[in-house]
T-cell receptor, first 114, second 111 residues
Framework: GAGVSQSPSNKVTEKGKDVELRCDPI?????LYWYRQSLGQGLEFLIY????????KSGLPSDRFSAERTGGSVSTLTIQRTQQEDSAVYLC????????????FGAGTRLSVL | GENVEQHPSTLSVQEGDSAVIKCTYS??????FPWYKQELGKGPQLIID?????GEKKDQRIAVTLNKTAKHFSLHITETQPEDSAVYFC??????????FGDGTTLTVKP
């Protein structure tokens, strides 16, 4: 079946512009995660959605970052007034949401802020 | 919060040799420990996982061991092949939504 889909795969933007990154999770998965991966680094947790519960936003690095998940499915990560340090790969993952379970990752969006 | 340390950061082996990657974690309440493989330009993919009620798990050439007392777990790859070359990440999970990842190990298998 279809896996986690992220778009765009690459995004180049100018400093100060806003960007939106999209994630389509696996159908039926109630949990959705966003991570940031800087060059040569591990995965930095950003935000977690589980069903209709309030999201865990504890990993968002600043108030320029926000995310929403509409209808319990598609999610959008928005970065306002982008800075050069926002350049990274943004990964989305989804899981069945049954406790600590396997996360299935998308291929990521590579964001470059010039 | 949870802290995960992963070693080594890079590992180079000859084809056919074994590779071992180790991770330590700080929170004894962590109960789920997955290992992910990330190839260039792709997202991480689960290769094996272990839960805290099990000490060892094996899947063909890949095995994971867990020592809860010492709070460390290891990935073992035997008979390595060039296609095993990738970045490997460990993670420690407290509960859904609370996974902490290691910084990754770049494995190179030389033919």
């Amino acid at each position: 079946g279809a896996g986690v889909s992220q778009s765009p795969s690459n995004k180049v933007t100018e400093k100060g512009k806003d960007v939106e990154l999209r994630c389509d999770p696996i159908s039926g998965h109630t949990a959705l995660y966003w991570y940031r991966q800087s060059l040569g680094q591990g995965l930095e947790f950003l935000i977690y959605f589980q069903g209709n519960s309030a999201p865990d936003k504890s990993g968002l690095p600043s108030d320029r970052f926000s995310a929403e998940r509409t209808g319990g499915s598609v999610s959008t990560l928005t970065i306002q007034r982008t800075q050069q340090e926002d350049s990274a790969v943004y990964l989305c993952a989804s899981s069945l949401g049954q406790g600590a379970d396997i996360q299935y990752f998308g291929a990521g969006t590579r964001l470059s802020v010039l | 919060g949870e802290n995960v340390e992963q070693h080594p950061s890079t590992l180079s082996v000859q084809e056919g040799d074994s590779a071992v990657i180790k991770c330590t974690y700080s929170d004894s309440a962590s109960n789920y420990f997955p290992w992910y493989k990330q190839e260039l330009g792709k997202g991480p993919q689960l290769i094996i996982d272990i839960r805290s009620n099990v000490g060892e798990k094996k899947d063909q050439r890949i095995a994971v061991t867990l020592n809860k007392t010492a709070k460390h777990f290891s990935l073992h790859i035997t008979e390595t092949q060039p296609e095993d070359s990738a970045v490997y990440f460990c993670a420690a999970t407290l509960y859904a939504g609370k996974s902490t990842f290691g910084d990754g190990t770049t494995l190179t298998v030389k033919p």
